[in-house]
């Protein structure tokens, strides 16, 4: 499992940074990309960041978060800007594309407006 933390409330407007660490043979293999599931949700996906660290972010995240990924710790972050009270959701981890084994519990990030 991958294990996700950082979360927490915060007021929208404000800034949020997750990480989420994986074992070497994990991360020095796979694309790394970040979920979320809101609530009455399916998980969707964020942004990935590959082993060359080029990005990918999808269209409602765009300009607001990044993701980073540090090698030498095998650990992938997301840096959460300008949060809304529609971000607020569990976020999650995983290599992309998904592999089901590799979900952890995620971290809850809620944005009060």
């Known amino acids: 499992q991958l294990q996700a933390s950082g979360g927490g409330l915060v007021q929208a407007g404000g800034s949020l940074r997750l990480s989420c660490t994986a074992s070497?043979?994990?991360?020095?293999?796979?694309?790394m990309g970040w979920y979320r599931q809101r609530s009455g949700s399916q998980r969707e996906l964020l942004a990935r960041i590959n082993i060359g660290g080029l990005t990918h972010y999808v269209d409602s995240v765009k300009g607001r978060f990044t993701i980073s990924r540090d090698n030498a710790k095998n650990m992938v972050n997301l840096q959460m800007n300008s949060l809304q009270p529609e971000d607020t959701a569990v976020y999650f981890c995983?290599?992309?594309?998904?592999?089901?084994?590799?979900w952890g519990q995620g971290t809850l990030v809620t944005v009060s407006s």
């Open positions: 995983n290599v992309f594309p998904v592999l089901r084994d590799y």
């Open positions: 070497g043979s994990i991360f020095s293999r796979n694309t």
